[in-house]
């Protein structure tokens, strides 16, 4: 008994291995297994030091991976699916958002069509491409089982959560970190970055997003061949506005200040624990996401608005001179 207009179980699977089938064969040529070598040692020789994924960016070489896949390493091999296999040197890495710009010395590559992982939605088809376990060109599928997840990175110095990472349940193992999660398109919308659960294949696995801030950072990668952030000197958190805040500015979360850094520029300027920052510069401030996009290079050494809230909706603007981060 079927219900009119609802497609059979056989049609349904059908539709589906078709989506997985056509993204498998349009990103698979764009997905390289890495082998990632040590420095030169005492005897002049180098070792395997690590293995992961890459995706192709561009047709003269240019490729993005998971930082932590190359760090510690000076270069190594891209084996791609038509069997090349080209050296590669590391561009720029950005351990605060686990992503890294390689160079390939090839031409002729078959770039991925990029995505906005802004478009996803929960229990939207994505397909998982990579070199798990050392097996090349693997192919796994599943859904988005959940948008908004934070991840916390560090540079060995400073911390920070990379917002907005995309939770799927397509099959994930060691050695897929750097590989695509593209849309049922073939649109590349997140660079799978860890396995989360208690064993190989099990659990959830994460994705840095591929959104305007994520590629912001990549054309710094590639320019200058790192990152330089603005610093204001604070922690804090997402949390809803009060009542009363909430109606006065006609939305609904900020960033709560958590604690100020002594010294530090928003010190200097007046900023305080449980202030809620809503706007930077006049640009709306919802999450921890919108603060730290806000924090790019052109607003280091210049004066900003930083907009405060109030329980009872009042705003305060304080002027704060950002520093560069320093980088360890």
Known sequence: MTVTGVPTEGQALDAY????????????????????????????????????????LSPDGLLVTSAHVVEGGHGGRATFADGRELDFDLVGTDRLTDMAALRVQGGDLTAAELGDADDLRV???????????????????????????SLSTTDGT??????????????LHPGNSGGALADSRGRVVGINTAVVGPGIGQGLGLAVPLDRTTQAVLAAL??????????????GGGRPLPPRAAE????????????????????????????IIVAVDGEAVHGMGDLQRLMSAERIGRPVAVTVVGNDGTTVTHTVTPTELPTP
């Not at 400073?158 to 349940?169: G, P, S, W």
């Not at 006065?248 to 202030?275: D, F, Y």
Request: glycine letters at 16%.
């Open 17 to 56: 291995s078709q989506v997985v089938t056509a993204v498998a064969e349009a990103l698979l040529p764009s997905v390289a297994s890495l082998r990632v070598m040590s420095p030169v040692d005492g005897t002049g020789g180098r070792r395997p030091r690590g293995s992961g994924s890459a995706v192709v």
């Open 123 to 149: 229990g939207q088809l994505v397909v998982a491409v990579g070199n798990p376990l050392g097996f090349g060109g693997s192919v796994s599928a599943g859904v988005v089982s959940a948008l908004g997840r």
């Open 158 to 171: 400073h911390a920070r959560v990379v917002d907005n990472v995309i939770q799927t349940d397509a099959a």
């Open 222 to 235: 590639v320019r200058d061949g790192r990152v330089r952030r603005a610093y204001l000197g604070l922690a």
């Open 248 to 275: 006065a500015l006609g939305r609904t979360s900020g960033v709560e200040v958590t604690s100020v850094i002594a010294g530090g520029p928003a010190a200097a300027a007046g900023l305080t624990p449980e202030a």
